[in-house]
T-cell receptor
């Protein structure tokens, strides 16, 4: 089993739709969680950190369920510019490296 | 946040040669990492660049093939040695502080002929 798994995708949604991505991780000692987005032929860019209490940034909401070892990202009112690959990232703790999920590709269609 | 630059941005190299990629961070960071990304795939960690000591390599990557330097908290290099076409990939460096988010450089696109 991979350390970090994500919805395989791709997701093709119309503009204005709400879309949710799921991510599961296998290491119960994981401490930090992030969502990154990566545009084609570009480097990954931090979208948001994921906190235990859940957090929201505009149209984006991230949630963490430690008991189920599950992270989610919700995008409301999708824009064409949201088209990208979304990477779930888990850090096992202080001084440890980050583990990237395989990514979920999103295409928002006009 | 940290701003990270890499050079070269791309290169085409002949098999058997070596290429050194430089990574510069605009502020001191405790952690720096080197990744490889094949087209359409996620990132694979090559190694953690440790300041003042030998890098920590992931399974499948060895120092002789990918020597790494990190002389200070803002700079690191990765050398891809004795290249073969299988080394063609995008190489990315990242930096950040322990347990916190990482920031990535724009990547180096390497083609080995």
């Amino acid at each position: 089993r991979k350390e970090v798994e994500q919805d395989p995708g791709p997701f093709n949604v119309p503009e204005g739709a709400t879309v949710a991505f799921n991510c599961t991780y296998s290491n119960s000692a994981s401490q930090s969680f992030f969502w990154y987005r990566q545009d084609c032929r570009k480097e990954p860019k931090l979208l948001m950190s994921v906190y235990s209490s859940g957090n929201e940034d505009g149209r984006f909401t991230a949630q963490l369920n430690r008991a189920s070892q599950y992270i989610s990202l919700l995008i409301r009112d999708s824009k064409l510019s949201d088209s990208a690959t979304y990477l779930c990232v888990v850090n096992h703790g202080y001084g440890q490296n980050f583990v990237f999920g395989p990514g979920t590709r999103l295409s928002v269609l006009p | 946040s940290a701003v990270i630059s890499q050079k070269p941005s791309r290169d085409i190299c002949q098999r058997g040669t070596s290429l050194t990629i430089q990574c510069q961070v605009d502020s001191q960071v405790t952690m720096m990492f080197w990744y490889r990304q094949q087209p359409g795939q996620s990132l694979t960690l090559i190694a953690t660049a440790n300041q003042g000591s030998e890098a920590t390599y992931e399974s499948g990557f060895v120092i002789d093939k990918f020597p790494i330097s990190r002389p200070n908290l803002t700079f690191s290099t990765l050398t891809v040695s004795n290249m073969s076409p299988e080394d063609s990939s995008i190489y990315l460096c990242s930096g950040g502080d322990r347990g916190l988010e990482q920031y990535f450089g724009p990547g180096t696109r390497l083609t080995v002929t």
